[in-house]
């Protein structure tokens, strides 16, 4: 499981470098793996430093940093 997570990570890593700026819903939704997967991998690469968090009146957004 530990290696799907991490796969994941990089593939949202990916997306977030070509798309940019996006809701979490999004980046999730672009993902062909289960929700929680997707979130897991989200945590992923918010415990390695990579992405930042901006709130907003439509939810929260994600980026790179």
């Known amino acids: 499981m530990i290696e799907e ?3 994941v990570a ?3 890593w990916n997306l977030l470098n070509e798309r940019g ?4 819903s999004k980046v999730v939704s672009w993902m062909n ?5 997707a ?5 992923w690469l918010a415990r390695e430093d ?3 968090f901006v709130k907003k009146s439509r939810g ?3 980026r790179l940093k």
Do not use: A, N, P, R
């Open 21 to 24: 700026e996006s809701s979490i």
């Open 39 to 43: 979130y897991m991998g989200i945590g």
């Open 5 to 7: 997570i991490g796969t």
């Open 50 to 52: 990579k992405l930042e």
């Open 33 to 37: 793996v289960s929700q929680s997967t």
């Open 60 to 62: 929260t957004f994600v």
């Open 10 to 12: 990089g593939e949202i």
